[in-house]
């Protein structure tokens, strides 16, 4: 995916240092040359990198991206590194460490509940929602899909989706009448259902929905529906609360896709960051 726009990234800067760097500047060092290099902590996958760079190089440092996004790395690896005058990198130093810790924290998780599950089943999809941290979205899809996952919907716009919030303004038959609707005012989209129970399943099924979103199903419950739907050609998904923890037993279940925001909530990576005169870096 591409990277994070220039006026969001100075949106970062003029966020964090609107009027310079107050100490680099008042030290009398910030023309001096220097380097900067960022590397895991820890085993991680990578996202991130390519603005990391980017804000170094908007701020008039030369900047190379050595892990790219999607990257797996081992503690030590080097992600990326700067050089240019000193108050270039002390002023972009937090930003781009910040934001790859994030990003990384997030495709890091993304790829464990990505590997538990198609441990299990090789072939089953994974979905991160549009539930991202607030302000955070393209970051966060990026991230998930650096980790290994699809994009389940980018918004509200691009997709249909069916609740039951919606039926509730259709009436008594509102499930086969609004599915009907929208595969003839939409034809070019699958129409995916929410459904909150076995026989709300059954009935979207039966009504002509392309996809059954299976809603906080346990496991148990999911595998159930599989049995009772193995003559439907649409696709089942699992949704709502899934996790690296219980990937693996929602993969089991007959599921072609497993649907989850847990992602995005997930502990940022841990990326050490160092600054020093160039010759001392060299």
């Known amino acids: 995916m591409l990277p994070l726009d220039d006026a969001t990234l100075l949106g970062l800067l003029k ?16 023309a001096s040359g220097a380097k900067l290099t960022m590397r895991a902590r820890g085993p991680m996958t990578v996202c991130g990198s390519e603005e990391a760079a980017r804000v170094f190089a908007l701020l008039g440092a030369r900047a190379e991206i050595a ?22 990198l002390f002023l972009g130093w937090k930003v781009a460490q910040t934001l790859t810790e994030w ?13 538990a599950a198609r441990a299990v089943t090789p072939g089953i999809g994974i979905a991160c929602t ?13 991230a998930v899909v650096a980790g290994g996952a699809e ?38 989209r699958r129409v995916v259902v929410e459904v909150k129970t076995l026989t709300e399943a059954e009935a979207a099924a039966e009504a002509g929905a392309h996809v059954l979103q299976l809603e906080k199903f346990t496991p148990e419950e ?13 696709c089942l998904a699992a949704a709502g609360g899934i996790t690296a923890a219980n990937a693996a037993a929602y993969a089991a279940t007959g ?7 847990s992602p995005y909530y997930a502990k940022p990576a841990d990326v050490s960051v160092a600054i020093a005169p160039a010759r001392d870096l060299a």
């Open 151 to 188: 994009i389940h919907r980018t918004g509200l716009s691009d997709t249909v989706l069916l609740f039951p919030e919606h039926r509730a303004f259709g009436g008594p038959d509102a499930l086969g009448a609004q599915i009907a609707r929208l595969r003839a005012a939409c034809p070019e």
């Open 15 to 30: 966020e964090d240092a609107p009027y310079g760097d107050l100490t680099t500047r008042s030290l009398g060092f910030g």
């Open 130 to 142: 549009r539930k991202a941290v607030p302000g955070t979205r393209a970051l966060s899809l990026k």
């Open 103 to 115: 990003a990384s924290g997030v495709a890091s998780a993304t790829a464990a509940l990505v590997d």
């Open 67 to 88: 892990a790219p996004s999607g990257t797996p790395v081992a503690a030590g690896t080097l992600l990326a590194e700067a050089t240019g005058p000193a108050e270039a």
């Open 222 to 234: 999911a595998e159930a529906a599989a049995r009772a739907l193995a003559g439907w050609t649409g």
């Open 255 to 261: 599921m072609q896709v497993l649907v989850t925001s």
